[in-house]
Each structure stands twice: as structure tokens, then as C-alpha cells.
């Protein structure tokens, strides 16, 4: 255990305290405070109009009928009622809320009986006004809705897990006080395969197992372990909690609280009626940052459609680069490093080889002529270079294989450079806050790339980076890639 004022203690960024994974969920802020998951509204929907579409044309053609404007309609006016009657009855049943509180299997049940809610009582209420729409056609619909809605979800939950286990999917919670229920609290967690979630360990001012340092190292510890989430677990002074309050939201981090008075006289109110349960514990947020789901499923699409295209489109270029590096000196085509990605996740980078086969043993005698300042390591007339390196770089060709890491997962299209294991270790001596550019997937351009690519001060791209994490959406992504052409066509890379 260390002591207040020395440095938070290293530990890996591949080897978590505590454990837990699976699907993490994506949800938004409701008016009350009621978190909703907004993307499961939207496909159960979507489900739901593909299954009453497909129903009404099986029984046209079933009947040997033509479909009228008359009949399209009338099924239409009762398949928007089907729709809004199941929707409530998944609402009732805690479908699109309470996202801590069930397992899988406990979310499948709660569909089902949502589904067969909706389905009685659209029946019922067809019998009760002698409309004419046939029972049977209800029967097909809520059977192909049973069937449609858990199944989109556990395909959901798998892509998940894979997710997570190649380490995308990580969610890092950070849980205030190390006492019993603290403790319970972190095993709960763990434990919760669906919740995919890491605990990284407590802040407290006692000493114990897992205890990362004091309440007021907090703001160092948000950022070393790349917290998402903090649970607190225990009383609190009032200055105490005015530092939780405002460290997570300066940096955009979920607060969550269990059955604790706040401090006599603190600005924190937290909101009960929002109460959820995790492993059968209340638990209240008292700050949420509502996550842009749909955007970042948009960012998944574009990167995996625009990485398998590319991948494609330049395979006869591919081919050509390859023959030229291997006809030089015979050595080997890709040049593979390590570098840390989301969350400290190690993967293996992949670059056409620009040195020659022994750079990486001579980097230490050129250390004195580094160019950039900080962690970073560029020197403009590097002698490891070969000559066809020199234009591969001048181009940036070689960084094209990285397609493949993007296809994986592992990188974005756009996102901060990929540090390298050595360069994060020098994080602790400089600045825990350069940890913050491990908050998202590295990429193959960023806005350092288009905007301060000459520029030596390693301050000046973890501003950018950090600017680019805070202010990211979807429009930034492309206006960055179209930036990125000239630059490349421009001949400016190194």
C-alpha cells in the first residue's frame, strides 16, 4: 500500500484486478432519470414490422387473395397496435430498463412474457369489439416475435462476449470504500457474466488487498486505470464527495450509488426513482453519461465496410509492395509490434517492413538523436531506413496492412496513434492524464495526422487526442478521413 503524494502503482493493462465479462449494454438517459435502452426499442420494432409484414403476405398467398388497399389497411392499423401493445408490455416488464438487474436467461423470460401479454390482450380486445381479424394471424405474429426477439439478442450477447475477449468490450468500474460491503459488491460484479465488466479495485483511505490508493488520489486513479464507471459503497465527507462529483464529470464518467446518505450539506441528490438492482442490491446513479449507441455501432459499420473494401480493392497493390520489399534484401514483408489499444489491451500491429531486419536492435544507439519530445521516438533521416521504406513512408504505404487490424477489431479507421509498450510506460513518469488516449480504439489516422503531424511535442498530440475522444462523433470520423487524402497524396509522411 502506498502512501499519499507517491505515484499510483503500476499494474498491467491486460490483467484486470477482478473479473467479469459478457454483453455490455448501451442505454440513454431517460427525462426522469430512468435509464432506457434505446437500441433494443428500435430492433424489437424493426423485428416486430418485418414479422407482420411477412405474416400478412403469407396469408394472401396461403388464400390464393390480392392484396388491396382496403386489407393492407386494416392489418396495418392492427399491426402498429400489436407493436405498441407488446412494446408496453416489455417496458412493464423491465426490458428497456433496469439494465443491471437481470441475466440473460431473466431477460429472455421477461421478452416472452411481454410478447405473450401484448398477444392475449390484442386478442382479447378483437373479441370484445367483433373486429374482423383473425386469431390465427395473431398466433403467427406472436409466435414469430417469440422467436425473433430473444434470438436477435443472444446473437447480440455472443457478438458481445467475442467482443470482449478480444478486449473492445471492456468496462472498467472503480468502487469507492474497501469494507465488506465494498468487497460483496466487487464479487456481485464479477461474478455477473452479462454485465462484462472489470473491477479494478477500490479507493479508500484504509489499507487492504486491491486498494489503489486514497479518495483524494482519485482523479490520478480515473485516469491510470481507465475507469468508466464508480460505485460508491461507503459514507463520505462532503468535500469527499464534491471530488467524486466533479472528477466524473470532467471526465465523463457514470457515478453510481448504494443505500448511503450523502454528506450533510452536499450538493449531491440522488435521483431514487431511477433505484435499480444489481444481484439484488439497490443501487441509484448519481451521474450518467448517456452512451451514443447508435453511433458507435455506425463507427463498427464503416470501419469494417471501409477495412474489408479496402482490403480488396488494394490486394493487387498489396501484392506489388510485397515483392519489392522481399526482392530487396530478402527479408521479411510485414514488420509486426506490439502496441497497446482500448483499455491497455496489447495486439500485434501490423505495417509493411520499412527497416532493415535489425531495427528494433539499434534503436537504442540512435536514442540521443530522437526528434520528438516525450515518449514518442522519430528521427528525419533514420539510417535503418532501406530505400524502398523511404517511399512507402513518404506515402504511407506502409501503414495500409493495419486494415487487417481494423477488420479485427483492434484498431479504428480514425482514432489516436497506436502507442507502443514503452512509450505507455513512460506515461507514469510524465502525466497519468496521457493515459486517457487508451479511452478508445487506436486508429489508422487521427487528428494529429491531419493537424500537427510535423510537430514534436508530444503535448501537442495528446491535446488532439484528448479533443478528439471528448468531441468524437461520426461527422469528425469522416471530415478527418477526407483530410487524411491530401495529406497522403501529398508525399508528407516520414
Known amino acids: 500500500m502506498r502512501t499519499r503524494g507517491e505515484p499510483v502503482a503500476m499494474t498491467s493493462p491486460n490483467l484486470p484486478l477482478i473479473a467479469g465479462r459478457g454483453a455490455a449494454r448501451g442505454v440513454w438517459a431517460g427525462s426522469r432519470g430512468v435509464r432506457q435502452d434505446r437500441l433494443a426499442v428500435l430492433v424489437d420494432s424493426l423485428l416486430i414490422l418485418a414479422a407482420g409484414i411477412l405474416v400478412f403476405w403469407l396469408r394472401t398467398s396461403v388464400e390464393g387473395g390480392t392484396i388491396t388497399w382496403e386489407r393492407s389497411y386494416r392489418h396495418l392499423g392492427f399491426l402498429l397496435l400489436y407493436l405498441a401493445l407488446v412494446l408496453l408490455f416489455l417496458q412493464r416488464e423491465g426490458v428497456y430498463t433496469l439494465a443491471w438487474a437481470r441475466g440473460e436467461s431473466r431477460e429472455l423470460w421477461a421478452v416472452a412474457k411481454g410478447v405473450l401479454q401484448g398477444a392475449v390482450l390484442l386478442m382479447v380486445v378483437f373479441y370484445m369489439a367483433r373486429m374482423p381479424i383473425s386469431r390465427l394471424m395473431v398466433l403467427w405474429l406472436c409466435g414469430m416475435s417469440l422467436v425473433a426477439l430473444p434470438a436477435w439478442r443472444v446473437l447480440f450477447w455472443n457478438l458481445a462476449r467475442r467482443d470482449v475477449d478480444a478486449g473492445n468490450g471492456w468496462h472498467h468500474v472503480l468502487i469507492v470504500g474497501a469494507g465488506p460491503r465494498s468487497r460483496e459488491l466487487a464479487g456481485s ?52 464527495w464534491e471530488l467524486i462529483a466533479a472528477e466524473a464529470r470532467a471526465r465523463r464518467k457514470n457515478v453510481w450509488l448504494l443505500p448511503v446518505h450523502p454528506a450533510e450539506g452536499s450538493a449531491i441528490r440522488p435521483d431514487w426513482r431511477a433505484l435499480e438492482l444489481i444481484a439484488g442490491r439497490p443501487i441509484v446513479p448519481v451521474h450518467w453519461e448517456p452512451v451514443p449507441v447508435l453511433c458507435l455501432l455506425l463507427k463498427r459499420a464503416i470501419d469494417f465496410g471501409g477495412s474489408l473494401a479496402g482490403l480488396l480493392l488494394l490486394s493487387p497493390l498489396f501484392l506489388g509492395l510485397a515483392i519489392a520489399i522481399k526482392a530487396h534484401d530478402g527479408g521479411p514483408v510485414f514488420y509486426r509490434s506490439a502496441r497497446i489499444g482500448r483499455k491497455g489491451r496489447t495486439f500485434l500491429c501490423w505495417k509493411f517492413r520499412t527497416m532493415i531486419p535489425d531495427a528494433d536492435a539499434r534503436k537504442a544507439e540512435l536514442a540521443t538523436r530522437n526528434e520528438r519530445q516525450g515518449p514518442m521516438f522519430k528521427i528525419s533521416d533514420d539510417p535503418r531506413i532501406t530505400p524502398i521504406g523511404r517511399i512507402l513512408r513518404k506515402y504511407s504505404l506502409d501503414e495500409l496492412p493495419q486494415l487487417w487490424n481494423v477488420l479485427k477489431g483492434e484498431m479504428s479507421l480514425v482514432g489516436p496513434r497506436p502507442p507502443t509498450p514503452d512509450e505507455v510506460a513512460r506515461y507514469e513518469e510524465l502525466s497519468v492524464g496521457y493515459y486517457r488516449r487508451l479511452d478508445v480504439k487506436p486508429g489508422m489516422t487521427s487528428l494529429w495526422a491531419v493537424e500537427a503531424r510535423s510537430d514534436p511535442r508530444f503535448e501537442r498530440a495528446v491535446e488532439l487526442d484528448r479533443y478528439y475522444i471528448e468531441h468524437w462523433s461520426p461527422w469528425l470520423d469522416i471530415q ?6 491530401p495529406a497522403v497524396f501529398g508525399g508528407k509522411g516520414k
Open 189 to 240: 460484479l464479477s461474478a455477473s457474466a452479462h454485465l462484462g465488466v472489470f473491477v479494478r479495485g477500490f479507493v479508500d483511505d484504509s489499507e487492504g488487498e486491491g486498494i489503489l490508493g486514497k479518495i483524494a488520489d482519485l482523479p490520478q486513479i480515473l485516469d491510470r486505470f481507465l475507469v468508466d464507471e464508480v460505485f460508491i459503497a461507503r459514507s463520505l465527507e462532503r468535500e469527499q
Open 480 to 485: 478527418i478521413l477526407f483530410r487524411t487524402i
